[in-house]
């Protein structure tokens, strides 16, 4: 027997030919670490929500280790003394022995809760990025339809996590919710005693949103996620204007090392995040709530804040009920069903109103910065006013307690600002975006305001402008808007001080020249004067 | 009206210079002092007082009878009657500085006693409650600790409190809103005695809860309970005020998304 | 943000490999005087990325910057372990169990939280700088194909599939495509009902929930149903005072618990002159009105008693102010007015509270004249 030498510097390559002998990766994996990603901070607004359902995922799973799920009524005798021999639900039970006889489980519990919070942020700041910058336009269209999707079963998945605990504040959610699907007309008694298996609370609800909250709406979110990735892998990310960027290509960095390695790192600052605000904040303090009793509320009950839009448009509503022919159509319906459904169609066929409208059906793959679209960017500000106005009512006592308004005041004010809020937000938004194009413009073509004053040889003052690019006989310059950010400032052409590097602090020492390089002043002759005038005239 | 006809003007006489309110005060004095000499059937000074009371009733003449009146018999629209609403009332309104009245708005607010001194404030609220008593009777709070002990006390008070107090104090003890300005106060200064004397007198728009609803060993349950919430530290880190889903939702905002998109500049950021 | 053409000017000699344009020939990449990155290059051109920038940080190895960043980026990985080992040995070793008070078992979480998140982002931060400032930069383009496949593709494509439709030849056997139709609806029923049908429960079943609760005699042999407290003791007039309110459940086994979560009643004991008010009032609704055989309508004396279920959503609208005899509901801010038959006078509530009709029986405790005589709590479509 002759020994065999092993050379360990050639594994890795061995390894690798035996794998790629038996799954033929190779040419598929380069691709994928060869893909190319563009880099801009929003571009990673998504990740927050992938990383944060991520780490629901975690947590979650340690948390069903602990949580049972049962509407079984049980008497506490765990470690908090102030609940013990009360008798609740064993879900709450077992929240309370999660929070306080499990080592690390109020750790844990809260983990899962604050990264809730931070999924739903996370998503609906990645759609306004989405929505402003464009980028739901052909060929995307879908993969904005699946996001919505995502928004609005998260939202789901938050809501029937929030009620498992059978917590008093969980349970009086609960009954809302049984409230609001009995306001459905014709079926909705019928669809009440379907859900909760008898008339409010019966034993079943908790166990069935359990199965929801635990199987089906996270099997769903995981595809649903695995679409929206897949997709936009397949159609590539969208990209920002710029020099060298043009609908056909993507320019950034190769996936692996730098994007995954960026990537890597922001999931763990993600979780850091959470953890941090974990350990430091504390979030849904059910043993304060008690167990769930028909009887007991709490003044300033409210829904996670992702909800707290509904709640409010709850609030706001008038008391205007439909009765006829013996039957009612109970208020409810209209803030809590209609609202909710319009909020999810509208933005779904959005894409398809706005490339109908402007008759568009070309493939976009380069953003639009928001000032350059004002009409949707008003749009969207408008969208933000409503829903600001809404999850502002939702907690409408907490601000009137706070801040000593009368209670009945900020009803009102939220119902007068529902009305006046969005219009106003459209208006002033389509006139900032109005007014900062009209500054791109004036830049480009009259240069940089230097903060050099000039007397002219009449004795007139005027600015020195600095162009941007080669001039024309009249001093104009001659670049085209490229829908990119036109440099406004001196030091952002490198003069004065340049564009200094680095994030925390200056990795370069600025440039001494006072102007640099780059170009020189405009003359102050005929031609400054000609300006000067141009700046007079009447637009 | 009932015979606590406080209910106060919704006028919003608010922002009133405490000068101009003394002025006013000091003029319907002396239209109340002329009011309750007119009848002159309750003017006279009534020999059964005791000693304390009769302290009581110096002090109460001085500084009470401008809102309530001679003989604490009230002033029309400026203060009730104080007849038979019993010393623990006088003791939950002056201990908790929310007598002597400010303003006149929508509900009185805690602020700092009359008496700055503790000890000062106790022995003037317990002689102006004593002669109060004496007058017209009514709920006392009982001398002596007003805690519970024994094995469940803190759950038994917990369910109590969550059935009769949060609704309107809610769970964190920490107030909430009422209508039209109104609200029920946050019990973070509460002492034992006045959140007995509160629950007894039903000061303002709270309702009364009589011995026969909760009985004085439900009371000291309830107070333990009370006092044992807000000594207790939250075990999960900051509680934000506990107020609930409002605060931890503007801290996702303020502290967690702002920490990401901070990350996220920094990652993309060319440097 | 700089640009493409900024940074290459800045690499003029850093890379010259880096500046051949896409279109070339594959190269043999067998060629042993190839070097690794050209091969990755060519790797990446035949996915269509051209790697237009490639530079090192430092131009120059082991310099100055770059030794301060390594041992930054050293630092912080070092900090990851110590607080990791933190967070293992709090984890492990503290005492956490609750204690009421200020003591260190309050510390655990917050310890906890600290400790796993500086692990978390130190190692983070590490990565990031490693990223950053070592990595070489790199500005890549890759080629993207506009709109839909080549027009070879989609007519192949289309060919394919009008073929499937051709072999199967659906359109000209009416016959099968009938008999599938036929043979799936059932199935397609079936898919549905199956996990449906098992819920459906008929919500006027059996005794009519939503329209009775359990002050209806018929939980109680017959009897008028008393108020009790929670412990299922009754309520005498005494017991609650003028100005006060009180929750009371229905005298029923378990009539305290969730199973009757319809029920909860708020008792209130208004002051005389307000229960005149209320009394004058009873008359404008017909149920609460006094009827000959019942001059005290829906109250008893200066007691009245509705529903703690509020008609808005159902959470208990239990805030009562006793001095302007209104009632607020702390979920959406309804308010009714008590004395006045509990009308809804602010807020999203469009009923009023339903009122329970209330005497003394005779040893003395509240009983329910009947149940509620309107569906108590939220409205529904089939109640008129």
């Known amino acids: 027997m002759r020994k065999r030498k092993f050379d360990l510097n050639a594994l890795p390559a061995a390894a690798g030919n035996e794998i790629d002998d038996r799954l033929h990766a190779a040419t598929p994996l380069r691709k994928l670490m060869n893909k190319v990603f563009p880099d801009h901070w929003s571009f990673l607004l998504g990740e927050v929500a992938l990383w944060s359902f991520v780490i629901l995922l975690l947590t979650g799973t340690f948390l069903t280790l602990f949580f049972d799920p049962s509407m079984e009524e049980t008497v506490y005798n765990g470690s908090y003394t102030p609940l013990r021999g009360v008798s609740m639900s064993r879900a709450f039970a077992s929240s309370l022995d999660i929070s306080f006889d499990v080592r690390g489980g109020l750790f844990m519990r809260q983990m899962h809760h604050w990264a809730a919070l931070l999924f739903v942020a996370g998503i609906i700041v990645h759609m306004f990025r989405t929505f402003f910058t464009g980028a739901f336009r052909k060929p995307r269209e879908l993969n904005w339809i699946v996001g919505l999707l995502l928004f609005w079963i998260a939202i789901f998945e938050g809501l029937f996590g929030y009620s498992l605990p059978d917590d008093a504040l969980s349970g009086t959610g609960l009954r809302i919710m049984n409230a609001i699907v009995l306001s459905i007309p014709v079926i909705g008694s019928w669809i009440a005693f379907a859900g909760f298996g008898s008339e409010f609370p019966g034993t079943e609800i908790i166990p069935r949103f359990y199965t929801l909250h635990i199987l089906l709406l996270p099997a769903l979110l995981v595809g649903l996620v695995t679409v929206h990735l897949v997709l936009l892998l397949l159609q590539k990310h969208a990209q920002w204007p710029g020099p060298g960027r043009t609908n056909y290509n993507v320019v950034g960095e190769r996936m692996v090392p730098r994007y995954a390695s960026k990537m890597g790192a922001f999931f763990l600052i993600n979780f850091a995040v959470i953890a941090i605000m974990s350990g430091l904040f504390q979030i849904n303090p059910i043993w304060i709530f008690g167990p769930y009793k028909a009887a007991v509320v709490s003044a300033g009950s409210q829904p996670d804040w992702y909800v707290m839009f509904l709640d409010g448009s709850a609030r706001l509503f008038p008391a205007w009920e439909i009765r006829a022919f013996g039957y009612t159509l109970p208020p409810i319906f209209w803030p809590a069903v209609v609202l909710p459904g319009i909020l999810t169609v509208l933005p779904m066929i959005y894409p398809f109103i706005e490339a109908r409208r402007l008759k568009d059906r070309r493939v976009h793959n380069l953003l639009q910065r928001p000032r350059d679209v004002p009409n949707r960017t008003a749009l969207g500000v408008m969208a933000i006013a409503f829903y600001v106005v809404l999850v502002l009512s939702g907690g409408n006592d907490i601000i009137a307690d706070q801040f000593s308004i009368s209670l009945n005041a900020t009803t009102w004010a939220g119902r007068i600002g529902l009305l006046l809020g969005p219009p106003i937000a459209y208006w002033v938004t389509y006139r900032i975006c109005l007014g900062l194009q009209q500054h791109d413009r004036e830049v480009l073509v009259h240069g940089v305001e230097t903060g050099i004053i000039r007397r002219l040889p009449d004795g007139r003052f005027m600015e020195v402008h600095q162009p941007l690019g080669p001039t024309d006989e009249h001093g104009h310059g001659q670049l085209e808007y490229a829908g990119w950010a036109v440099p406004k400032k001196m030091n952002r052409l490198g003069a004065l001080v340049p564009t200094v590097k680095g994030f925390f602090f200056p990795v370069e020492r600025p440039s001494r020249t006072p102007i640099g390089n780059g170009g020189r002043p405009v003359s102050t002759g005929p031609q400054g004067q000609r300006e000067l005038e141009e700046a007079e005239r009447p637009r | 009206m009932s015979t606590r006809s406080g209910r106060v003007p919704r006028g919003r006489a608010r922002r009133r210079v405490g000068t101009v309110v003394r002025l006013i005060a000091a003029l319907i004095l002396a239209g109340g002092l002329y009011a309750a000499f007119a009848p002159g059937v309750y003017a006279e000074e009534d020999p059964q007082l005791s000693q304390a009371a009769k302290d009581g009733k110096a002090i109460f003449d001085n500084t009470c009878v401008s809102c309530h009146g001679r003989n604490a018999q009230g002033v029309t629209d400026r203060g009730p009657s104080l007849i038979g609403v019993g010393s623990a009332s006088v003791e939950f309104q002056v201990t908790s500085g929310r007598m002597p009245l400010a303003r006149q708005e929508a509900q009185a607010e805690r602020k700092p006693p009359y008496w700055s001194d503790p000890e000062e404030l106790d022995q003037n609220a317990r002689l102006l409650g004593q002669y109060i008593q004496e007058l017209g009777g009514g709920p006392q709070v009982p001398d002596g600790n007003l805690r519970a002990e024994g094995g469940n006390t803190l759950a038994r008070g917990g369910e109590l409190f969550r059935v009769n107090c949060s609704s309107c104090h809610a769970f964190s003890a920490g107030g909430g809103a009422l209508s039209s300005g109104k609200f029920a106060p946050s019990m973070a200064a509460a002492t034992d005695r006045q959140i007995y004397a509160a629950m007894l007198s039903g000061p303002q728009n709270m309702p009364v809860f009589g011995d026969n609803q909760l009985t004085p060993d439900e009371k000291r349950e309830i107070i333990t309970y009370i006092q044992n919430l807000k000594e207790d530290k939250d075990p999960g880190g900051w509680g934000l005020g506990r107020i609930g889903p409002v605060t931890e939702g503007l801290a996702i905002f303020v502290v967690g998304v702002v920490a990401v998109v901070f990350a996220a500049l920094w990652i993309a950021g060319k440097s | ?384």
């Open chain 3, 1 to 384: 943000m700089s640009t493409i053409g900024s940074e290459r000017s800045h690499t003029a000699g850093a890379g010259d490999t880096a500046h051949h344009s896409g279109g070339q020939p594959d190269i043999d990449v067998h060629d042993p005087s190839l070097s690794r990155f050209e091969l990755v290059r060519e790797g990446a051109r035949r996915d269509g990325v051209e790697i237009v920038h490639y530079a090192p940080r430092f131009p120059i190895p082991g310099t100055k910057a770059e030794r301060r960043i390594e041992r930054t980026i050293a630092l912080l990985f070092l900090l990851t372990g110590v607080a990791g080992l933190a967070f293992v040995v709090i984890f492990v070793a503290m005492r956490f169990a609750y204690t009421p008070g200020t003591n260190s078992a309050k510390l655990f979480t917050p310890l906890l939280g600290v400790t796993f998140g500086v692990a978390l982002l130190t190692l983070g931060a590490g990565i990031i700088m490693w990223a950053k400032k070592l990595l070489p930069e790199e500005v890549a383009v890759e080629k993207r194909h506009l709109g839909g496949s080549p027009p070879d593709d989609k007519k192949i494509m289309g060919a394919q599939l009008g073929h499937i439709a051709e072999e199967t030849a659906i359109s000209r056997r009416p016959l099968l495509k009938g008999a599938l139709l036929l043979g799936l609806a059932p199935v397609g029923v079936a898919a549905v009902v199956l996990p449906i049908a098992p819920l459906i429960k008929d919500p006027h079943g059996r005794g009519d929930p939503l329209l009775h609760t359990g002050f209806d005699p018929e939980y109680n042999n017959g009897n008028p149903v008393r108020l009790v407290r929670e412990d299922g003791t009754g309520i005498r007039p005494d017991d609650v005072s003028a100005g006060g309110q009180m929750t009371v459940y229905p005298g029923i086994p378990h009539g305290a618990t969730n199973f009757w979560a319809d029920s909860p009643t708020l008792l209130i004991h208004l002051r005389e002159a307000d229960a005149a008010v209320a009394r004058s009032n009873l008359a404008r609704i017909p149920l609460n009105a006094p009827t000959p055989d019942n001059p005290d309508g829906g109250m008893w004396q200066n007691f009245i008693a509705y529903s703690k279920i509020c008609t808005h959503l159902g959470c208990p609208a239990s805030l009562y102010e006793q001095q302007t005899n209104r009632l607020l509901c702390p979920c959406h801010q309804s308010q009714f007015l008590i004395t006045d038959n509990a009308k809804p006078i602010f807020g999203p509530a469009t009923r009023r509270l339903p009122m329970l009709p209330i005497t003394v029986d005779d040893d003395g405790f509240f009983v329910a004249r009947s149940d509620y005589q309107v569906p108590i709590g939220p409205a529904f479509w089939e109640r008129s």
